[in-house]
């Protein structure tokens, strides 16, 4: 997505509105919806580490594969779905 490849690209460190950015447009992609105020707090802050530690690429790595481990990616949920079966 654009929002990452701006932020990969370039050469200081990301803005908190590209950041934000890149978090809505993962949670879009991956989520299909679009991340609470908590959420954006929490992943600006993982981000703003992650980048000052690894650069901008590695920052946004970890991000990207924190989002991809939350419980909601990983399992899918589907209470109330349907008709109830034998099981």
Known sequence: PAALEAIVLKTTP??????????????????????????????LDLTRQAIKVGGNTDGLRERLKAVLLA??????VEFGAGEPDAF
Request: hydrophobic share 35%; proline share 8%; no cysteine.
């Open 71 to 76: 419980s909601e990616f990983v399992y899918r």
């Open 14 to 43: 990301p803005s908190d509105e590209e950041v934000r950015a890149a978090i809505r447009s993962q949670f879009r992609l991956a989520l299909r919806r679009p991340p609470t105020e908590a959420e954006l707090a929490q992943y």
